[in-house]
């Protein structure tokens, strides 16, 4: 089921920190801010030769970070996402097998304008788990 690793996101309490600390301290290249309202967060994008890592900022009031945030006020591995070439066949077997789609188990765009599934991170170990059709 499961294919390449896309990205694997962390939780920034203060974004420009967090560009600072990537962009300069490691020198990486990392992509302009991305507000995505309907997320509840704003996002860069570190790109790496062979995935990217994903900065996330809570944007707005029912941001679906802040709480994650206020259990890791210093930031933290948020979620891996996963590649998957049918989410709908991803959600469906997962489904079956028991394991827990997040939300309404519509796939959702994402911040690459692809479809996304997140997984409850009880059923993996304590990782959310964010499935993205390619
Ligand atoms: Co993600």
Do not use: W
Request: proline fraction near 6%; hydrophobic fraction near 40%; charged fraction near 25%.
């Amino acid at each position: 089921m499961l294919g390449r690793v896309n990205h694997v996101a962390l939780a920034v309490p203060d974004m420009e920190k967090g560009i600072a600390a990537y962009r300069d301290t490691l020198g990486a290249k990392v992509s302009d801010i991305q507000r995505l309202p309907e997320h509840g967060v704003s996002v860069v994008f570190v790109e790496l030769p062979n995935t990217k890592v994903e900065l996330l900022e809570p944007l707005g009031e029912n941001s679906t970070i802040a709480a994650f945030l206020e259990k890791n006020p210093s930031g933290g591995m948020h979620h891996i996402c996963y590649e998957v070439e049918d989410i709908i066949a991803a959600r469906d077997q997962l489904k079956a097998g028991g394991a827990r789609v997040l939300g309404d188990g519509t796939p959702k765009i994402g911040a690459h304008g692809k479809p996304v599934l997140f997984l409850h991170p009880k059923d993996f170990f304590g990782t959310l788990i964010e499935l993205e059709q390619v």
